[in-house]
Nanobody
C-alpha cells in the first residue's frame, strides 16, 4: 500500500502560480512514472503531466509551456509547478503512483481554484 498526500492547492487569480506537491509513503525511485491528473466539474479526469523513472516528462497540450513536473527521489515527492494559470485550469488535482503490474495508487486530490 502506498499513501499519497497532495498539497499546495488553493485559490489563485488568473495569471498566477501555484506549486503542488505529492508526498509518497514509499520510494518513488522505481516507479515507471509518477503523474498529475485533474478533474474539473462535469468533466472526466484527464492527464496533466507525467514523469518517468528516468526523468522523461510528458504534458497535456493544454498545459505545455506553463506547467512543469519534477521529482525529488530522496524526498519521495513529485511537484507540479503551475504558472500563468487560467480559469480552465481549475480542478481537483490528483497524484498517481504507477509501477507496471505492481502498483497503481492515487492520492485524495487537492483543489485548485482560479478566479479573480
Amino acid at each position: 500500500q502506498v499513501q499519497l498526500v497532495e498539497s499546495g492547492g488553493g485559490l489563485v487569480q488568473p495569471g498566477g502560480s501555484l506549486r503542488l506537491s505529492c508526498a509518497a509513503s514509499r520510494s518513488i525511485f522505481s516507479c515507471n512514472f509518477m503523474g498529475w491528473y485533474r478533474r474539473a466539474p462535469g468533466k472526466q479526469r484527464e492527464l496533466v503531466a507525467t514523469i518517468t523513472a528516468g526523468g522523461i516528462t510528458n504534458y497535456a497540450d493544454s498545459v505545455k509551456g506553463r506547467f512543469t513536473i519534477s521529482k525529488d527521489n530522496g524526498k519521495k515527492t513529485v511537484y507540479l509547478q503551475m504558472n500563468s494559470l487560467k480559469p480552465e485550469d481549475a480542478a481537483i488535482y490528483y497524484c498517481r503512483y504507477f509501477i507496471q503490474t505492481t502498483a497503481d495508487y492515487w492520492g485524495q486530490g487537492t483543489q485548485v481554484t482560479v478566479s479573480s
